[in-house]
């Protein structure tokens, strides 16, 4: 057994459950525009769904209102209800071959329930990287008892796992509270 590629295979397996966090993230909203607010947002167009930066450009164009331009002008009343629809609680209205998306204030209420659902959006992501721990632990105890390592092997590669693991929680744990943060900002 390769304990190095299986540290590098848990590692890039962690890193890559941060970067979900993160996306995770940034679809919650803080009140403030941002063009990625939109990336999950589906339109059907031609009898399949499609993110809606496939059939327009969206941009930023305030603080507080992004902009919707649509190639195909047929799109823009199924852009505007896709957005409608979606779970984001936007109301966008047409301009022309624009749709403007204005960013409601958040209340202390929603910002709250924001604040809840980004600390379990954080659980969820600590408990992908304490399976991915216990996953390369089992492993280490197999190859231990198929004699493929030693004990000694095995103690320190569970410790070096475990480090691992700590840093990456440490990372969730500080990427949760910049969220909350940004999220009570007023």
């Known amino acids: 057994m390769d304990i190095a590629n299986l540290k590098n295979n848990i ?6 459950s941060l970067e979900n966090l993160r996306l995770d993230l940034q679809k919650i909203r803080t009140g403030r525009a941002h063009a990625g607010l939109l ?5 059907e167009n031609y009898g399949s769904e499609v993110p809606i930066n496939q059939v327009g450009n969206v941009t930023v164009l305030d603080a ?13 009343a199924k852009v505007e209800k896709a957005i409608r629809d979606s779970d984001l609680g936007l109301n966008p209205s047409s301009q022309g071959d624009l749709i403007r998306v ?22 969820n992501a600590k408990v992908a990287v ?3 721990r216990r996953d390369a632990n089992n492993q280490l105890k197999d190859a231990q008892k198929k004699t493929e390592i030693s004990e000694d092997e095995e103690r ?13 929680i440490a990372n969730i744990d500080k990427m949760l509270s ?5 999220l009570m900002q007023i």
């Open 11 to 16: 590692e890039s397996k962690m890193q890559k």
């Open 39 to 43: 990336d999950h947002v589906k339109v």
């Open 64 to 76: 507080r209102t992004l902009g919707v331009k649509v190639w195909d002008k047929n799109m823009s």
């Open 102 to 123: 204005p960013m409601p204030m958040l209340t202390e209420e929603r910002r709250k329930d924001l604040t809840k659902i980004v600390k379990q959006e954080g659980e």
């Open 130 to 132: 304490r399976n991915l």
């Open 156 to 168: 320190k590669a569970q410790e070096q796992i475990q480090k691992i693991t700590d840093k990456y």
């Open 178 to 182: 910049e969220k909350e943060a940004e």
